[in-house]
């Protein structure tokens, strides 16, 4: 089944470490996209990417980093420079092929800071 | 700048009964979409209804239509025939640029 796919489910991190999450989509996406998501919150965009090799920040870049060398990987880094870590974050991706370019969103990775 | 506008931070229906949660917008652009969004309490976001700035008609998907007021900026999700399974949160967003601009969702709870 095509999909999108996020992993670990729970992450924890501790203070000064760096951590990693991972995204994954077979659907033959070009734009992938990270969001964080906070309690009673809507979503907001850390960063995305529109073709391999090639990604812009988004409205809350700060302490995370992203690569993007294949198309359907685009795993996010939460450094230790990001002080509020702790959120829902949610991958997405979207083709350039559908008028609409509707995102489609992974099941999310729950980080919490020990 | 874009953005989305819920009031409605929680509602009740009851079941069979339709429902409609509110989303306004402001934006400058000529063209834009705007989207619906369920979000269970597994945390994952799924698709459900997605209107063109320049669509005719009100979009529709089974249970779930849109009432597009272009004139009043308003975009609302209506679902018909609730069911238990329709509790969750619900998040109206609009693409600007590359990516989504949410709103801060409605919280719909249908009651037997």
């Known amino acids: 089944d095509g999909g999108i796919t996020q992993s670990p489910k729970y992450l924890f991190r501790k203070e000064g470490q760096n951590v990693t999450l991972s995204c994954e989509q077979n659907?033959?996406?070009?734009?992938m996209y990270w969001y964080r998501q906070d309690p009673g919150q809507g979503l907001r965009l850390i960063y995305y990417?529109?073709?391999?090799?090639?990604?812009q920040k988004g409205d809350i870049a700060e302490g995370y980093s992203v690569s993007r060398e294949k198309k359907e990987s685009f795993p996010l880094t939460v450094t230790s420079a990001q002080k509020n870590p702790t959120a829902f974050y949610l991958c997405?991706?979207?083709?350039?092929?559908?008028?609409?370019?509707?995102?489609?969103f992974g099941p999310g990775t729950r980080l919490l800071v020990l | 700048a874009q953005k989305i506008t819920q009031t409605q931070p929680g509602m009740f229906v009851q079941e069979k009964e339709a429902v409609t949660l509110d989303c306004t917008y402001d934006?400058?652009?000529?063209?834009?979409?705007l989207f619906w969004y369920k979000q269970p309490s597994s945390g994952e976001m799924i698709f459900l209804i997605y209107?063109?700035?320049?669509?005719?008609q009100n979009a529709t998907e089974g249970r779930y239509s849109l009432n597009f007021q272009k004139a009043r900026k308003s975009a609302n999700l209506v679902i018909s025939a609730s069911q238990l399974g329709d509790s969750a949160m619900y998040f109206c967003?609009?693409?600007?640029?590359?990516?989504?601009?949410f709103g801060k969702g409605t919280s719909l709870l249908v009651t037997p």
């Open positions: 967003a609009m693409k600007g640029g590359y990516a989504l601009n």
């Open positions: 934006t400058s652009d000529p063209s834009y979409g």
């Open positions: 209107q063109g700035s320049y669509d005719q």
């Open positions: 997405a991706s979207s083709s350039w092929d559908s008028k609409k370019e509707t995102q489609y």
């Open positions: 990417s529109q073709i391999v090799n090639d990604f």
């Open positions: 659907l033959n996406h070009d734009a």
